[in-house]
């Protein structure tokens, strides 16, 4: 294994952002690629975890919260709500690291269905308790379910871009690690 230097990560972290805000760019168009039914899969999210399972130094827990609350922002989504439930389910994944890699590949798509599926539950939990509006169940579950079917595509096209394996490294990041 060849050691990464801190300018391929920093190239690595840039490209992350790009394809972040090219994400959001995406979806700040008027035109809709998806029926007015289903929401867009939270295709920015799934790559985020991605990256944490494949390798964290990628997408450290600034970027996150600066991403997601980019995002969270520029789509007028209650702000703060996407970046904490995405920095909370991040370092959670992050934590958990180690067995993320010893698992064979559909035991992690279960694992990031649940997570998935549990991110959106407090999502909506913490909009109905707050009383803001939200979306119908049907609505959240088309997307939870939309967005596990493309998590194997997905998968394949951030190990082809980012060029990294599932076992880069076996240490465990988390956020204490960063100072």
Not at 66 to 76: A, E, G, K, Q, R
Not at 135 to 143: H, L, S
Request: hydrophobic residues 60%; positive net charge.
């Amino acid at each position: 294994m060849n050691k990464e230097t801190s300018w391929q990560i920093a190239l690595n972290r840039i490209l992350y952002f790009m394809i972040v805000f090219i994400g959001i760019f995406i979806l700040l168009i008027p035109v809709s690629i998806f029926h007015n039914i289903l929401m867009s899969p939270e295709i920015i999210f799934m790559i985020t975890l991605i990256l944490i399972i494949r390798n964290p130094d990628y997408v450290p827990v600034w970027l996150i919260g600066i991403v997601f609350l980019l995002n969270d922002f520029l789509l007028t989504l209650p702000l703060g709500l996407n970046t904490f439930i995405a920095l909370l389910t991040t370092e959670f994944l992050r934590r958990n690291r180690l067995f993320f890699i010893e698992m064979l590949f559909l035991t992690e798509w279960l694992c990031i269905a649940i997570l998935l599926l549990a991110a959106n539950v407090m999502r909506k939990l913490l909009l109905i308790i707050t009383l803001s509006e939200h979306a119908p169940g049907f609505t959240v579950i088309t997307q939870v379910g939309l967005s596990i079917l493309i998590y194997p595509i997905l998968v394949v096209l951030v190990s082809f871009i980012f060029r990294i394996g599932k076992a880069q490294r076996n240490t465990l990041y988390s956020a204490k690690s960063i100072r």
